[in-house]
């Protein structure tokens, strides 16, 4: 069994650490959880300001805020205008963590399915107080433009939240990548890792990246970790999957960001300024400023690679949405020859351990 530890770097990101173990493959039958929003409650982003959306910093750049925090100038995706042309609409992204408020004012319409590997049921809801981390990333993909918090990257993609459990064994989580192939899942975001992964489950996700999606291939996403490490048997160091490190305010590798020969890209993850995103409501959540909300400048802020992943993942939407029948490897190809080549390690062939092929910049992106 692997048991699921917690490690705080303002924000959180998730390992599991021990041995593989057997486990037995779940026979259940598919939970279904669908929400529809009412066609005149819907709203789009040409006619609805976000209230939190200036401090977006990974979105875009708001001249007063970056001034104020002392924000590069580059730092943000550059998603300039393209989040009003593209939302992710009909672009179903997996996110497998550890417990979802689906009932947050800011996912009202986001949540498709649901399935929670210990009871076998659609109930995904936090075990704890403090497993708001499912949220946060939930929030910068698929937050709603609603008027009431934050815009997500995709933010008009449908959700599949599969909540883990504390210890697992190999096959459990094995289960969970079944379930998200079952769903339909065009792009799986995981915001954890195990810097130990074992043959079958590194097979599954090799089989889900090489023939899922009808043979295009699933967008697998995993957060690299945030320990300033070579990211080893990681997860994340699997070739077929998305690599995604972390940058600052500055425009530069965060000193926590893992590395290594198989990262890949870059998106924003903070520092000593936050990733902007959801905490569970009321009393569910962690947040010190205003409930329902985590802010940039929050003392329990949301920060680290787990908050860069769910970027790439929401980008990936944009282009499956812009474009639905591109494979995997030529995503891939178009993410590493339209990033931004930053910080002062050299690159060789377009890349380095460090930086991966550079940071993402979605108008380079979307408009090549």
Known sequence: MRTIQYISLLGIFFIFVGCGGAGTESQTTPIYETQTIPEEE??????????????????????????????????SIHSENLLQEYSGKGIKIAIIDDGLDTSHEDLYGAITYTYDLTSKSSNVSQTYTTDNHGTAVTGIIGARVNGKGIHGVASQSEIIFLKFKESISDSETIELFNKAEEFGADIINCSWGTYDVSQSVKEKIVDLANNGRDGKGILIVFAVGNDDQEMGNDESAIPEVIAVGSTD????????????????????????????????????????????????????????????????????????????????????????????????????????????????????????
């Open 42 to 75: 819907q709203t789009n982003s040409i006619t609805t300001v976000e209230p939190y959306y200036y401090q977006q910093w990974y979105l875009d750049k708001d001249d007063t805020f970056y001034n104020l925090n002392r924000i590069d100038s580059n730092a």
């Open 249 to 368: 305010k500055n425009n530069e590798r965060a000193l926590y960001s893992n590395y290594g020969p198989n990262l890949d890209i870059m998106a924003p993850g903070g520092y000593y300024t936050g990733i902007t995103t959801l905490d569970p409501m009321n009393s569910d959540g962690v947040a010190s400023i205003v409930p329902n909300y985590l802010l940039y400048d929050d003392s329990n802020a949301f920060v680290g690679t787990s908050a860069s992943a769910p970027i790439v993942s929401g980008i990936l939407a944009l282009i499956l949405e812009k474009n639905p029948n591109l494979t995997r490897a030529e995503i891939e190809t178009l993410l590493q020859n339209n990033s931004d080549k930053i910080g002062n390690v050299e690159y060789q062939n377009g890349r380095n351990d460090y930086y991966g092929y550079g940071k993402v910049n979605l108008a380079k992106i979307l408009t090549n």
